[in-house]
């Protein structure tokens, strides 16, 4: 069964680091997104990416946050100069319509660790 | 702000019982979505409820979406320790299109 793959599975970082967080999506998806879940807290939404630019984003997703899909294959959320509540879970998902009409299908995420 | 409020936030039952899940928002949703998350995995998608009132199964799971499109359940017939893990609705936002909005989760826990 096809896969959201991302990479890599934990990172620690310091503070005010660079952090660039991969995933590779369903190779036949469209809509490419990222989500974050802090330990404890709701799966929050950041950011959606369709047809090579960024279709809604959240408060969350602020100017230290970017995201890329390089290559056609890859796509990636890169963290500018990391704080420490960016520590959390963050998961990748693409879905081949939009949310409500198909199936979101999700990475097993990239825990990050700001210390 | 659109919110999705669950509820019960934990559950812990006896192998055999039946429960219930319950998702409720304010707000309408142009469709919702059911989650199972396991511990260090990615939610995975269970079923989509699209129409106002409509039930759909899954073996001894039955999903239901309520005629106003802005709350909804999940029934659990005859849980089993396999069913443990946590639950989690998500709503699609009548007026977008790109973004899930999340309730927090119940955590279930079936004990043999």
């Known amino acids: 069964e096809p896969e959201v793959t991302q990479t890599p599975s934990h990172q620690v970082t310091q503070m005010g680091q660079e952090v660039i967080l991969r995933c590779v999506p369903i190779s036949n998806h469209l809509y490419f997104y990222w989500y974050r879940q802090i330990l404890g807290q709701k799966v929050e939404f950041l950011v959606s990416?369709?047809?090579?630019?960024?279709?809604?984003k959240s408060e969350i997703f602020d100017d230290q946050f970017s995201v890329e899909r390089p290559d056609g294959s890859n796509f990636t959320l890169k963290i500018r100069s990391t704080k420490l509540e960016d520590s959390a879970m963050y998961f990748c998902?693409?879905?081949?319509?939009?949310?409500?009409?198909?199936?979101?299908?999700f990475g097993a995420g990239s825990r990050l660790t700001v210390l | 702000t659109q919110l999705l409020e669950q509820s019960p936030q934990f559950l812990s039952i006896q192998e055999g019982e039946n429960l219930t899940v319950y998702c409720n928002s304010s707000s309408v949703f142009s469709s919702l979505q059911w989650y199972r998350q396991e511990p260090g995995e990615g939610p995975v998608l269970l079923v989509t409820?699209?129409?106002?009132?409509e039930v759909k199964k899954l073996k001894r799971l039955t999903f239901q979406f309520g005629d106003a499109r802005k709350d909804s359940s999940l029934h659990i017939t005859a849980a089993q320790p396999g069913d443990t893990g946590l639950y989690l609705c998500a709503g699609v936002s009548a007026g977008g299109y790109n973004k899930l909005i999340f309730g927090a989760g119940t955590r279930l826990a079936v004990h043999p």
């Open positions: 998902a693409s879905s081949y319509e939009s949310p409500g009409a198909n199936v979101l299908t």
């Open positions: 409820v699209v129409t106002g009132g």
């Open positions: 990416f369709y047809n090579n630019e960024i279709s809604e």
